[in-house]
């Protein structure tokens, strides 16, 4: 499968949801939708499932074989954010019916069912009504009845929703699995810390623009990741190392510290990370390098940054 998004756009009264976006995805990859609410992300995916259609752009998916507006309903397996199971019925009840009108066989219908209530260790609630289901366990319900029919393409809106840290990670291992057996995998989400562990690629969106596209040292650039670093020295070589680091192209230097240990540390901040071998050369050739660390932004952290600065009103002033 092949999903192809060229220019997309969506407007809904006086609001543009969706801006001029573009995608890729492929069968064996996972593509993550990341943003804010209002971010664009549920409008572009009510697009790829044929829910609504674009204004503007082109959208192709391809089995190989045909080619498609929006990814068909036989080939798709869909988890909206707004959930639609039957409360007062039994996860069995619940699992059969859904099973039912997807068109699953009697014969393979139990088959499946019995399969995922054992993946997700809810067998012996499977007679239970759903309302006596935490949410974290009713999200796992969701998540059966998602796949019950073996999609091609799984499109996931906030699958984390109401799991704890111990099943979030078994969604992050059934995700490892689905792509393992090459599914095609759109994932909407608001954890970027889970996200960023198992997206091939990213797509960050705000205010229904991209704003930064590809794989996660990818986006991490075009959010403007720092080459941040972090010395360790000995304690009176703090300010001598500072006097070393001035003479180095685009560098950035804070105050050195003071460490419990009785050593020393010093942050600076390179624009070019090229400039690593030659930061390094002038600090030992005048002070002992103890330990030399990388300061990683977190991709959240990156984006909250950038959001920050698009909505500025030194920004949002010079744009005009």
């Known amino acids: 499968m092949i999903i192809q998004a060229e220019g997309i756009t969506k407007h809904y009264r006086s609001v ?6 573009s ?59 707004d959930r639609g199971l039957y409360l007062e019925k039994s996860l069995r009840k619940n699992l059969n019916y859904i099973a039912a009108l997807r068109g699953i066989s009697k014969a ?8 995922w209530l054992d993946y997700f260790e809810l067998t012996d609630r499977a007679d239970e009504p759903l309302s006596r289901l935490s949410k974290g366990n009713q999200q796992k319900v969701q ?35 689905l792509k393992s057996q090459g599914r095609l995998i759109l ?7 889970l996200v960023e562990r198992v997206a091939d690629q990213m797509l960050l969106l ?27 020295l000995a304690r009176e070589d703090g300010e001598q190392a500072r006097t070393a680091l ?28 090229t400039q690593l071998s ?3 050369q002038r600090l030992s050739a005048e002070v002992p390098v103890l330990k030399l660390d990388r300061q990683t932004t977190s991709l959240h952290q990156l984006y909250l940054q950038s959001i920050r600065k698009r909505r500025s009103p030194d920004t949002v002033e010079a744009d005009q």
Request: hydrophobic share 40%; charged share 20%.
């Open 143 to 177: 998540l059966m009845a998602t796949l019950l029919h073996d999609p091609e393409v799984v499109i996931l809106d906030e699958p984390f929703s109401g799991l704890d840290p111990v099943n979030q990670e078994q969604v992050l291992t059934l995700l490892a699995e």
């Open 16 to 21: 543009t949801a969706v801006k001029s976006v």
């Open 23 to 81: 995608l890729s995805a492929q069968s064996g990859q996972i593509l993550a939708l990341l943003g804010p609410n209002g971010a664009g992300k549920s409008s572009l995916i009510r697009i790829l499932t044929g829910l609504t259609s674009p204004d503007d752009g082109r959208l192709i998916v391809s089995d190989g074989e045909r080619e498609y507006s929006h990814v068909p309903e036989q080939l798709l397996g869909y988890l909206p954010e």
């Open 278 to 280: 030659a930061a390094l």
């Open 187 to 193: 994932l909407s989400a608001h954890q970027m810390a």
């Open 108 to 115: 393979s219908r139990q088959e499946r069912i019995e399969h």
């Open 206 to 232: 705000d205010l229904g623009e991209c704003i930064a596209q590809g794989g996660l040292h990818d986006v991490k650039a075009q959010l403007g990741e720092q080459h941040a670093y972090q010395v360790t």
């Open 246 to 273: 001035t003479g180095v192209p685009g560098v950035t230097i804070s105050p050195p510290d003071t460490n419990p240990d009785g050593t020393s540390s010093l942050e600076f901040v390179l624009s070019d990370a």
